[in-house]
T-cell receptor, first 108, second 114 residues
């Protein structure tokens, strides 16, 4: 079957750096997306990797290794507003297959 | 632009009742999706559409029907609601470029089935 695995919860300190990992097993893989969802809100797009390597968007970076079926989201200079759930999703044949999400808890 | 809007925002149903959730987008996107999200879980795809007049089943289609009569609207129907359908329902749309798949989400509909 198709699946994406990511940690259920990660805790970090304000101002620090945190990495959220995602391993995937999907057919017809095109790329890996990352979405952010605050409690009670809708998911919003953060980043996409269609090719191997690092993509940087401000404080957020995302990495993909197709040979390892692995990617990660890196958040730098953490702020309290970054407290949210983060989802990886693989782009596969007209659909996004979603991981279960990682809840990021940020402590002052 | 309003983006993606969903109606209603919240609804309570009794078991066996029917209802329709409306999703509308003003971005001229070809692709539209209906998801459900249960507490502490990711999104599961119910149905999707790759264009006006077309629909397809997703991961969890049972108990739901959809229609895409107009490009900007995607309707999700529950013919006979069950408590297991208590969830938050998200609609999304996508321009589906060749380069990447970015989905834009509505604010969600919270459905409680008693």
């Amino acid at each position: 079957g198709q699946s994406l695995e990511q940690p259920s919860e990660v805790t970090a300190v304000e101002g620090a750096i945190v990495q959220i990992n995602c391993t995937y097993q999907t057919s017809g893989f095109y790329g890996l997306s990352w979405y952010q969802q605050h409690d009670g809100g809708a998911p919003t797009f953060l980043s996409y990797n269609g090719l191997d390597g690092l993509e940087e968007t401000g404080r957020f970076s995302s990495f993909l290794s197709r040979s390892d079926s692995y990617g990660y989201l890196l958040l730098q200079e953490l702020q309290m507003k970054d407290s949210a759930s983060y989802f990886c999703a693989s782009d596969s044949n007209y659909q996004l297959i979603w991981g279960a999400g990682t809840k990021l808890i940020i402590k002052p | 632009n309003a983006g993606v809007t969903q109606t209603p925002k919240f609804r309570v149903l009794k078991t066996g009742q029917s209802m329709t959730l409306l999703c509308a987008q003003d971005m001229n996107h070809e692709y539209m999706y209906w998801y459900r999200q249960d507490p502490g879980m990711g999104l599961r795809l119910i149905h999707y559409s790759v264009g006006e007049g077309t629909t397809a089943k997703g991961e969890v289609p049972d108990g739901y029907n959809v229609s895409r009569l107009k490009k900007q609207n995607f309707l999700l129907g529950l013919e006979s609601a069950a408590p297991s359908q208590t969830s938050v329902y998200f609609c999304a749309s996508s321009p589906r470029t060749d380069l990447q798949e970015t989905q834009y989400f509505g604010p969600g509909t919270r459905l409680l089935v008693l």
